[in-house]
């Protein structure tokens, strides 16, 4: 039986380390870590609990995002939700801040309607506290709607892409 006689220095799971996460996030007034070591991850979350059941998010079809303005200023409602919508993933903010379809303004967009993307392919940049984070898809398939508009201010959770599975 093998006893330990300290913690791990590589043990991202050591109460130590995790706090001094949590004072990082504090001190730089993160909404997530997400780090990831070999078989080891960990994840630190603030912020209301976003719970996300497949098929009962209500999602908007591509033409509603062009749909005629009521006296509100809203969106006129879709008569109904497409069943393909059902079927797609959303990829969500992980974070409050800009959003951004490219890296400057003078370059393509990171991805168009119809573009195949990976796991790694970066979709978008969101810039919170003057830090450009780029958003990778983290799934596979062909992007079918892209739901925020470039320099838009988004929430944490907010849908910014339905991607049609591959």
Do not use: W
């Not at 001094?20 to 504090?26: P, T, V």
């Not at 993307?117 to 970066?122: F, K, M, Q, R």
């Not at 983290?138 to 320099?151: Q, T």
């Amino acid at each position: 039986m093998a006893s330990s006689s300290g913690p791990n220095p590589n043990d991202v799971f050591d109460v130590r380390k995790v706090r001094r996460f949590i004072e990082l996030m504090n001190e730089y007034d993160l909404a997530e870590i997400d780090l990831r070591q070999n078989d080891q991850r960990i994840r630190l979350r603030r912020g209301p609990d976003v719970v996300t059941v497949a098929g009962a998010v209500p999602s908007l079809p591509p033409q509603a995002l062009h749909a005629p303005r009521s006296q509100a200023g809203e969106a006129a409602a879709p008569a109904e939700t497409s069943i393909e919508d059902a079927n797609s993933i959303t990829i969500r903010s992980p974070m409050v801040g800009t959003f951004y379809t490219s890296a400057s303004p003078d370059t393509p967009p990171f991805v168009k309607i119809g573009d195949q993307v990976g796991p790694e392919s970066t979709v978008c940049i969101v810039e919170a506290m003057k830090v450009f984070n780029e958003i990778p898809a983290e799934c596979s398939g062909k992007i079918v709607a892209i739901l925020a508009s470039n320099g838009d201010s988004v929430e944490y959770g907010q849908p910014l892409f339905r991607v049609a599975p591959s």
